[in-house]
């Protein structure tokens, strides 16, 4: 991918919130792919229906929507995730379960995610969207992001800003030691700003010349990634919160201009 600056720094996503999440994600891939709006592809109304019949339930609104927009065709928008989010990977996957082999209460969305789990699911809560969770067959897991609208955002986030910056940092978090929460806390005193679609498990943010991702699953194991314009500002964000949270450090990728 190429490196994309704005007024000396790669561009961030400079989304209205909640209510707007669907344009702002296609918006804000759009800056680093403009090809990709005409990349998507939506469900149609019977496949949404088929789907819903499958299901036993109604689709989520946001799930609706997304669905709608890109549900056949993302144009590649959640490449790096490694999972399959397209209505006729979920259509065949609800075709080729019985209602026992699938996760009670929670509706599936997709398959897999870098080989860890079999699919993803979406699973009501008491108020609010659902979560994202993992789940194999009946067995459901534990969250992955509070919803999906945070979960989309997240990826592309990975995937286009921080992944836009040619110096990046990896870190290793040790359960118990590096909880997300000091992640957060130390961040903060690093000048980092996060994104809204950070959750209890992701934090997306930026810093002058610099941004960073950081994501902590429900056993402790974890990882943090650091960006920079060049390698002095990934040093100076990468070096405050190895201080502040003794990281293990694990490789530095540096991209070589064409």
Not at 53 to 67: F, I, N, V
Not at 147 to 162: G, H, N, W
């Amino acid at each position: 991918m190429k490196f994309h600056q704005q007024a000396g720094r790669v561009y961030r996503f400079g989304g209205s919130g909640p209510d707007q999440w669907l344009d702002d994600l296609v918006d804000y891939a759009a800056h680093f792919d403009p090809d990709l709006p005409g990349k998507l592809e939506g469900a149609t109304p019977e496949q949404l229906a088929r789907l819903e019949e499958l299901a036993g339930q109604p689709l989520p609104p946001t799930y609706r929507a997304w669905l709608e927009r890109m549900g056949k065709r993302d144009g590649g928008l959640l490449y790096e995730l490694k999972a399959d989010l397209d209505v006729g990977e979920v259509l065949e996957l609800y075709e080729d379960t019985d209602e026992g082999e699938r996760p009670a209460g929670c509706l599936m969305i997709g398959t897999g995610q870098l080989g860890t789990f079999a699919e993803l699911s979406l699973k009501p809560m008491p108020s609010g969207e659902p979560q994202l969770i993992h789940t194999d067959g009946s067995w459901i897991g534990k969250p992955i992001a509070q919803s999906l609208p945070r979960f989309l955002l997240q990826q592309a986030f990975l995937r286009f800003e921080l992944g836009s910056y040619p110096v990046r940092h990896y870190y290793g978090l040790v359960q118990k030691l590096h909880t997300l929460e000091r992640v957060k806390r130390a961040a903060t005193a690093a000048k980092v700003t996060p994104y809204w679609f950070s959750d209890a498990w992701n934090l997306c943010g930026w810093a002058e010349g610099a941004a960073l991702a950081a994501h902590q699953d429900h056993q402790g194991a974890g990882w943090l990634t650091v960006g920079g314009v060049d390698a002095a500002h990934a040093a100076q964000l990468g070096d405050a919160l190895d201080h502040a949270l003794g990281l293990r450090f694990q490789r530095k990728l540096v991209d070589v201009p064409d």
